[in-house]
T-cell receptor, first 115, second 114 residues
Framework: GAGVSQSPSNKVTEKGKDVELRCDPISGHTALYWYRQSLGQGLEFLIY????????KSGLPSDRFSAERTGGSVSTLTIQRTQQEDSAVYLCASSLDRGRSTEAFFGQGTRLTVV | DAKTTQPNSMESNEEEPVHLPCNHS???????IHWYRQLPSQGPEYVIH???SNVNNRMASLAIAEDRKSSTLILHRATLRDAAVYYC???????????????FGQGTILTVHP
């Protein structure tokens, strides 16, 4: 595909359930980023990958959140035992590498609603 | 992470130039200055970036102060489609685990009046 693809675009889940959010980066991009954006707020950094490894996991809010990336491509963000405060738009971005001068391309996000 | 400071909001009229300021007094010598914007209900999109010299592209111009402690994004002729939140970001160049990390602040909400 031409851009970063995220699925599902919308997800409604019951409190306490686990959810998986998927990100397909642009082919060949080695750096991949996850962000969270609550209603009316800015982007909150969660985690980023360089290849399959995650040098910086500092933004994950709790141990209910985890992410993995396989084959240097697709990434999955998993939220266990979802809470209402997890409701937000989850955005994924990729860039050719994590170099300071490269631009990041964002997906359209997954809107997660926990009821 | 080095921080940036932007006005919460700005307004402009259509067809007029817009100058969006950003202060980054703690910038390090290796940090690049990036600008992204987020249109309503969309993911952010890249606008422009620079290190020391002023930069131009089809979307905008970036003017960087000589001491690099501030920069200004210039939209030469605002259109209604430019209404968005504009983020000024320092892309970490210090190395280590944060190298290349993009940390977003609150940004500037730009309103464009017809």
């Amino acid at each position: 595909g031409a851009g970063v693809s995220q699925s599902p675009s919308n997800k409604v889940t019951e409190k306490g359930k686990d959810v998986e959010l998927r990100c397909d980066p642009i082919s060949g991009h080695t750096a991949l980023y996850w962000y969270r954006q609550s209603l009316g707020q800015g982007l909150e950094f969660l985690i980023y990958f360089q290849g399959n490894s995650a040098p910086d996991k500092s933004g994950l809010p709790s141990d209910r959140f985890s992410a993995e990336r396989t084959g240097g491509s697709v990434s999955t963000l998993t939220i266990q035992r979802t809470q209402q405060e997890d409701s937000a738009v989850y955005l994924c971005a990729s860039s050719l590498d994590r170099g300071r001068s490269t631009e990041a391309f964002f997906g359209q996000g997954t809107r997660l609603t926990v009821v | 992470d080095a921080k940036t400071t932007q006005p919460n909001s700005m307004e402009s009229n259509e067809e007029e130039p817009v100058h969006l300021p950003c202060n980054h007094s703690t910038i390090s010598g290796t940090d690049y200055i990036h600008w992204y914007r987020q249109l309503p209900s969309q993911g952010p999109e890249y606008v422009i970036h620079g290190l020391t010299s002023n930069v131009n592209n089809r979307m905008a111009s970036l003017a960087i102060a000589e001491d690099r402690k501030s920069s200004t994004l210039i939209l030469h002729r605002a259109t209604l489609r430019d209404a968005a939140v504009y983020y000024c970001i320092l892309r970490d160049g210090a190395g280590g685990t944060s190298y290349g990390k993009l940390t977003f602040g609150q940004g500037t909400i730009l309103t464009v009046h017809p």
